[in-house]
């Protein structure tokens, strides 16, 4: 399966400190994803990564992508407790098929 | 733009009824995808559509689900009779061939079936 698989499956930090998820996929894929969920609705868009590139930023958050090691990480940058919510990687390596992990649930404490 | 618009929200039925999801894509939006997400599976694709026309649906759970698009403004889940192990949230997304910004979700349906 590319089912991406994200790492840690929860974190909780502090507001102003980083916060560093990790994605792992098994197949090669074409580009990655990453979205963002808060409690009870949809998932929204984060940022798109393909597969030649190795790094892109948007505001506070950072994305890299490694294909040789078929993984890739989501930095939060001075985090807020707005940013709580759980975060998924999905990978797709034709098209638009992309498939979610099962997510990390981000905590960010006041 | 109003975004992908689903309804109902909610929705509470018994057991054997036939249940009916409704989602409106962006428009301009040629991809459009039914996911489903439950604690135990996290999020699953149901069933994808491009211009209207199914691409995918092995993720269909089984015959009790059916899903059309008819125009490409309008598209239905459909899941008759409903069981218990149903209850879900059901999201709907739309997207650009492209790629471009991603998918678009909706606020999703919380389907319970009792």
């Known amino acids: 399966s590319q089912q991406g698989e994200e790492d840690p499956q929860a974190l909780s930090i502090q507001e102003g400190e980083n916060a560093t998820m990790n994605c792992s996929y098994k197949?090669?894929?074409?580009?990655l994803q990453w979205y963002r969920q808060n409690s009870g609705r949809g998932l929204v868009h984060l940022i798109l990564?393909?597969?030649?590139?190795r790094e892109k930023h948007s505001g506070r958050l950072r994305v890299t992508l490694d294909t040789s090691k078929k993984s890739s990480s989501l930095l939060i940058t001075a985090s807020r407790a707005a940013d709580t919510a759980s975060y998924f990687c999905?990978?797709?390596?034709?098209?638009?098929?992309?498939?979610f992990g099962p997510g990390t649930r981000l905590s960010v404490l006041p | 733009d109003a975004g992908v618009i689903q309804s109902p929200r909610h929705e509470v039925t018994e057991m054997g009824q036939e249940v009916t999801l409704r989602c409106k894509p962006i428009?301009?939006?040629?991809?459009l995808f039914w996911y489903r997400q439950t604690m135990m599976r996290g999020l699953e694709l149901l069933i994808y559509?491009?211009?209207?026309?199914?691409?995918?649906d092995s993720g269909m759970p089984e015959d009790r689900f059916s899903a059309k698009m008819p125009n490409a403004s309008f598209s239905t889940l459909k899941i008759q009779p409903s069981e218990p192990r149903d209850s879900a949230v059901y999201f709907c997304?739309?997207?650009?061939?492209?790629?471009?910004?991603?998918?678009?979700f909706g606020s999703g349906t919380r389907l319970t079936v009792v």
């Open positions: 990564i393909r597969s030649n590139e």
């Open positions: 997304a739309s997207s650009r061939s492209s790629g471009v910004g991603g998918y678009t």
């Open positions: 428009s301009g939006h040629d991809y």
């Open positions: 999905a990978t797709a390596n034709y098209g638009q098929n992309f498939v």
């Open positions: 559509f491009n211009n209207n026309v199914p691409i995918d």
């Open positions: 197949t090669s894929i074409n580009n």
